[in-house]
């Protein structure tokens, strides 16, 4: 009994570890999307395109960090945590580089899908490892993750900014390239996911308290299962919604600055309203990722989703009406990157809730394709309606505004009553579950080692 004690004290001890390795993988992959926006102008200029074309490479990027991340997430449960974040850092890497060479359209749109699909795989193994490693404590450390992959863009953006106006863009690229992937390499190699039916110490005591505040499923639902629920469906609609007003300001930021003329605006020491902006955008953006998941964790995770939503709904129209001052614009901007920043620590989390830890990873790996749809609307449909308007970024902003109000609405008035109802049923045995919904010539035990979708999820790896 005491070495079965000393075990689980250890295990308790290392999770931290393993959570801070996360954080640190995740603050490295941050450029590749947030910082995006620094190269946009530059870019466009170099290739001689209209701003559309480039953002088409923010799209691939996105598309293939969100598509590939189910197969990503298989691999995971197959091979390892350690093995998979190892080749991931090569592409995080090689992708920056690939973009510093690129001359041309196509070869920059390759160089994104490299990076997408590097940046997919450490997004999913690490926060499937938080989601696994803290049942007790979901929706504080899945925002602690998730918000590296927000606030590592604030470390970086001004020196980013500055050695691409010192020494070019394509410098930039190539260097900090490199050392985003070394970065990744090192982290990746203390990550592990813990052992099958590992939990924290008195789980059951924490579960009990857990209950009246946030509903977890007793049950793991593998991802077939999962499909078939209309709570899914919500949250995929609801994340689709949230992200493309999000993803929008997030790639377009620097267009969206330049028609205030904010990104030649000096506020003091050289430094631009557009630079001000960038990094307490990433600072909020990824303080939110926490803090909304431990105020979920006590009010629930759909109140604090519709508080957020209509909270970013709001910001956005701030901008729309009095953006034109660069305090209001700075202001603004970082409420609307504090309010849309939590759907990265609230949905997975919520996944975890509905559909059980055990397939987690995958799971969420499937509802975070929402976010590559996001994409295409965030990226080049955006800016296209944008040109099509005579440079005018108000009616995409409009859309926003009233997207992130009927993702609101649905998170109180119909998700959050549906969750309940799926749980109800599960208490009441009008569901099944994984092993009693297989044919009966199939072991639970052979299936959960074979199941082409979930994997050996609690495989030490």
Known sequence: MSERVSRVRTLET??????????????????????????????????????????VAFMCFVVAQTFL??????????????????GAAILVGLSWILCGMADSLPFLYFASIVGGTGAGAVYGACIGLAMKW???????????????????????????????????????????????GAV????????????????????????????????????????????RTKSFYGLYSMMTIVAFSGMMVT?????????????????????????????????LNGITRP???????????????????????IAIMGVTLIGSSPMWFISLMGLTFFAWGEIYSLFPSTI???????????????????????SVLAGPVAAWITEANGGSWIPVLWVAIAGNLIAAFLALFWLKGAAARQLG??????????SEELPESQSSEAVEGSDSLTGAAGRWS
């Open 14 to 55: 290392t999770r931290w570890y393993r959570l801070t390795a996360c954080i640190v993988a995740m603050m490295a992959i941050a450029n590749l999307q947030y910082a995006w926006t620094l190269f946009v102008a530059p870019l466009t200029e170099h290739l001689n395109v209209q701003l559309s074309s480039v953002q």
């Open 69 to 86: 991340l189910p197969a990503t997430a298989y691999m995971v449960d197959r091979i390892g945590t350690r093995i998979v974040v190892s």
């Open 134 to 180: 803290f049942p007790d404590r979901r929706g504080l450390c899945v925002g602690l993750v998730a918000g590296a992959y927000g606030f590592g863009t604030a470390l970086t953006a001004l020196p980013i900014s500055q050695m691409i106006s010192s020494s070019g863009y394509k410098v930039a690229f190539i260097t900090f390239g490199a050392i985003q």
């Open 184 to 227: 990744v390499l090192a982290a990746g190699q203390f990550l592990r996911t813990p052992p099958e039916g590992w939990v924290p110490a008195g789980w059951e005591r924490m579960r009990a308290n857990l209950q009246s505040k946030v509903q977890q499923s007793a049950r793991n639902y593998n991802a077939r299962q999962m499909l």
């Open 251 to 283: 790639a377009q930021l620097q267009p969206i600055a330049h028609t205030f003329q904010f990104d030649t605006y000096i506020l003091f020491g050289g430094v631009t309203v557009f630079g001000v902006t960038m990094v307490l955008d990433g600072i």
């Open 291 to 313: 803090l909304t998941g431990w105020v979920s964790d006590h009010i629930g995770r759909y109140d604090t989703m519709a508080i957020s939503f209509a909270l970013e709904a």
């Open 352 to 374: 975890a809730d509905l559909f059980g830890s055990k397939y987690a990873t995958t799971n969420f790996s499937i509802q975070y394709t929402a976010k590559g749809v996001a």
């Open 425 to 434: 049923a599960e208490e009441s045995g009008a569901l099944v579950s994984a």
